[in-house]
């Protein structure tokens, strides 16, 4: 979806508080919104809990100011509930592997995907949390650096250069990991 469209179903949401504007923005982020969610919570149950905080939070915001990037905006608060969920449980952080679907998918690819699922995820947990948030950010919710620096309060140059030495840092587990 362009980025004129979400600016334009923004401000309907904050001039007219359109609900179904809302709601056609909760359909364009929520999968990415969750799936971040999934890789830095220890339940996938904790995950959708606060997906819908967050867009609850972002309704609540969005009716009573203009948001101005929404992308980045749903990965703050997500960020934020985050932080929050780990100082209120004192929980240790751990990452779940994606849940799968049945897409008719045979077997053996179903199984193939899956260990190389959990290999990626384990390697994933290696890294640092900043290293593991940016590629989330960047390869799995498809955020423009902009986007993610906007997010993450940072300069584009200074997510560049997370970003390279995120894949390094991967690459490097990666190659340890075979050998």
Do not use: C
């Not at 362009?2 to 999968?31: C, N, Q, T, W």
């Amino acid at each position: 979806m362009s980025a004129l469209r979400e600016k334009f179903l923004a401000f309907r949401v904050y001039r007219h508080h359109d609900s179904a504007a809302y709601g056609e923005i909760y359909d364009m982020f929520a999968d990415r919104i969750r799936r971040f969610l999934a890789f830095k919570l220890p339940r996938h149950e904790d995950a959708d809990e606060l997906t819908s905080e967050v867009f609850l939070r972002g309704w609540e915001y969005m009716t009573s100011g203009e948001v101005r990037n929404v992308n980045a905006f749903f990965f703050r608060i997500a960020r934020n509930l985050t932080a929050d969920f780990y100082r209120k449980y004192k929980v240790t952080e751990e990452l779940d592997a994606a849940s799968t679907k049945d897409d008719g998918v045979s077997v053996t690819e179903a199984i193939a995907t899956k260990i190389e699922s959990d290999d990626l995820i384990e390697s994933l947990k290696g890294l640092k949390d900043e290293y593991r948030e940016v590629l989330v950010m960047r390869y799995l919710s498809e955020m423009e650096v902009g986007e993610i620096a906007s997010a993450l309060e940072k300069t584009s140059n200074s997510i560049r250069v997370l970003l390279h030495r995120a894949k390094k840092s991967l690459q490097d587990k990666i190659g340890k990991e075979t050998l």
